[in-house]
């Protein structure tokens, strides 16, 4: 029953995923999953048996350790046992720039033989979390899962699952992939979602609305450095294709405060006209945890993903895609026809 994946990008979402792993396979909790079992799998058939970063404070070390090494800040939530899976060297390209190399060196160390490692571990689906526009590393590991036969995860913003010629690779490879830019559980884009759905289908015209946020750590200064207007884009696009309405809709991440750490704090602000013509408005704060917002739903695509690796999907699969990532191919669904389509997708009906 196991589901053997790879994960590339040791960093603060690893972190949160691999300690959900021990966390909820301890049975020290039961809140926070969206789904307890998902296909039959639980949480505790999710095994990590590769790993590939270019930190020097990262490679070389057990992954129980090196998810807490370097410019990880993602809380320590559990002890994670030593899990017999040394953090492999992978290839820089764009995964490090000027400002993140503040944060994090590259080793010197030559990059391993990725896909004798796929191969030899088993692997069955590659994680890929690479920081934000680090297109060219994205891409180079997505050749490598089709060259070892694997499936590909996309977390990152980087268009792949919305790529027709990457969707192709990846049909000829006969493996599924799935994205792109990884949705959260309840942050600011589904949260900002939910509450102007509601207030349409509740009468209300929205007139205009905005989510700007700040964050710490690597992926916000990454996002602000190199990445922002791809993600405004994105982030703004999936909100508007919640509404029935046209709407002035920006979203996005406007500055990086390094004390933040791993928590992001979103401005959500929000005009709307309702009876009699009259005003109405909504000024919100969220505060997040990008790391534990990010677990939840990477365990339910992990499972999902092991469901379309059985069935011997291929090429890009949609029903995950949508219910899982922000930029998915044919387009973001509303979040309960999301969650529709991927039930669908379980039970075999898609
Ligand atoms: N809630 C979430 O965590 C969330 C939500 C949406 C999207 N995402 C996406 O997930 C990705 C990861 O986010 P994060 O917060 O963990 O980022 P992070 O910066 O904490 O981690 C990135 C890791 O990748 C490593 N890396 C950089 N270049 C590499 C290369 N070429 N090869 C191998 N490893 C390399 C870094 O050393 C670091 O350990 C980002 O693309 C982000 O946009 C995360």
């Known amino acids: 029953m196991n589901i053997n994946i790879a994960i590339i990008g040791v960093g603060n979402a690893a972190s949160a995923f691999i300690q959900g792993i021990y966390y909820y396979s301890n049975g020290m909790d039961k809140d926070g999953l969206t789904y307890k079992t998902l296909a039959g799998y639980r949480v505790s058939d999710v095994k990590v048996v590769a790993a590939i970063d270019i930190s020097k404070d990262k490679i070389g070390k057990d992954l129980s350790e090196a998810i807490f090494s370097g410019s990880n800040e993602a809380a320590k939530i559990i002890d ?21 190399e503040k944060l994090y060196q590259t080793s010197s160390e030559p990059c391993t033989d990725i896909v004798n490692l796929l191969k030899t571990t088993e692997t069955e689906l590659v994680l890929c979390l690479l920081p ?3 297109d060219k ?20 913003p980087t268009k792949l699952a919305t790529d027709k ?31 102007l759905q509601e207030m349409e ?10 989510a700007l946020d700040v964050g710490g750590g690597p992926e916000s200064l990454n996002t602000i450095y190199r990445a ?3 993600k405004r884009d994105i982030k703004s696009q999936s909100i508007k294709s919640a509404l029935k ?8 991440t406007s500055d990086y405060v390094p004390h933040l750490g791993n928590s992001r704090n979103t401005l959500l602000w929000i005009v709307g006209k309702h009876f009699n013509g009259q005003k109405i408005v909504i000024d919100m704060k969220i505060q997040s945890v990008d790391g534990a917002n990010g677990g939840a739903i990477l365990m339910d695509i992990v499972r999902a993903c092991k469901v379309a690796l059985i069935r011997e999907e291929k090429g890009a699969i949609m029903p995950i895609s949508a219910y899982g990532f922000k930029n998915p191919p044919g387009g973001t669904k509303n979040p309960d ?10 039970l075999g009906h898609i």
Do not use: C
């Open 80 to 100: 994670v046992p030593n899990l017999g899976v040394k953090v492999e060297m992978g290839k820089p390209l764009d995964g490090v720039f000027e400002e993140t």
């Open 132 to 134: 934000s526009s680090a």
């Open 137 to 156: 590393a994205v891409k180079f590991y997505a050749e490598r899962a089709i060259e070892a036969g694997v499936g590909f995860i996309n977390a990152t």
């Open 165 to 195: 010629d990457w969707v192709a690779k990846f049909e000829n490879a006969g493996v599924p992939l799935v994205g792109d830019d990884l949705q959260d559980q309840i942050g600011s884009t589904i949260l900002h979602k939910l509450i």
């Open 201 to 210: 289908h509740r009468g209300v015209k929205i007139v205009e609305s905005y």
């Open 228 to 230: 922002r207007g791809l």
């Open 245 to 252: 309405n046209d709407a002035e809709i920006v979203a996005g």
């Open 337 to 346: 026809e999301a969650k529709t389509l991927l039930a669908d997708f379980i």
